[in-house]
């Protein structure tokens, strides 16, 4: 589904990405680890086109995507999530999922002749039925802000399933959320590899690693190999640290 052919990025001459190919394989769970500073954020904001790459390629579906913006990456189907999330804070939790959809009235035909009201009772209704999975439709009437952390966690992933998301990358998903939550928005991912495909950044390594397909080890920039002294001792010191 996604493949990275030598990508590389350059900060001021350092090479923060040193030639990545990796692949990702329809509805599974892959997994990016690494210690800090081994360019696995670095990677992910090149992939959906927060930063542009220096040199080689990305493509989904086989399709070129190399360097397009943002915007033009998410109507492709890819969506990403951040370390701390930003959800629009005063708003409902519906209302923040209801705005990762295209709004149906914000067209004037559909406007003059309120083709929209079916199609606004449509998401209305999806919304719920994935709050009722993500265990967050008794907050629907809750303020964003007032959630706690996993929440907004299982809340970004709802927004991205708002969007159809055909491959949800996510940076740090369980930062700073309990084992036992960890565990569920865990489980939770993997039910959904039916109907999208996961990237995930993590270091929790010791909760995650029950539940990936496979696991990709970054250092300094670069992919370790499979059975390597590098990739083993990056598992070993996320492992036992």
């Known amino acids: 589904m996604l493949v990275t052919k030598n990508l590389s ?3 001021d001459g350092f090479k923060a990405l040193d030639g990545v190919s990796i692949e990702v394989e329809p509805n599974k769970l892959t997994l990016i680890m690494g210690p800090n500073g ?3 954020t670095t990677l992910i904001n ?3 086109g927060f930063y542009r790459a220096d040199r080689g390629h990305v493509y989904f579906n086989g399709e070129e995507i190399t360097n397009k913006p943002p915007h033009e990456i998410y109507k492709r189907g890819i969506v990403r999530t951040f370390q701390i999330p930003q959800p629009l804070k005063k708003l409902s939790v519906l209302e923040n999922m209801l705005i990762a959809v295209d709004n149906p009235g914000e067209d004037i035909k ?4 309120r083709r929209w009201e079916d199609r606004e009772g449509e ?3 999806k919304a719920f039925e ?3 999975f993500l265990g967050l439709d008794d907050l629907w009437n809750t303020e964003a802000w007032k959630l706690s952390g996993g929440q907004l966690k299982l809340l970004e992933v709802g927004r991205a399933l708002m969007a159809d998301a055909r491959l949800i990358i996510m940076d740090e998903p369980l930062v700073g959320v309990n084992p036992n939550l960890a565990q569920s928005i865990l489980d939770k991912l993997v039910a959904l590899k039916r109907y999208t495909t996961f990237l995930i950044v993590e270091h929790r390594f010791e909760i995650i690693s029950g539940h990936v397909d496979s696991i990709k080890v970054m250092v300094n ?3 370790a190999e499979d059975g390597s002294d590098e990739y083993r001792e990056v598992i070993e010191m996320l492992c036992f640290r």
């Open 46 to 48: 090149t992939i959906t």
């Open 38 to 40: 081994s360019g696995k």
């Open 221 to 223: 920039g670069r992919i």
């Open 110 to 113: 559909e406007c003059i002749f």
């Open 9 to 11: 990025k350059f900060f």
């Open 130 to 132: 994935l709050l009722e």
């Open 123 to 125: 998401i209305v209704e």
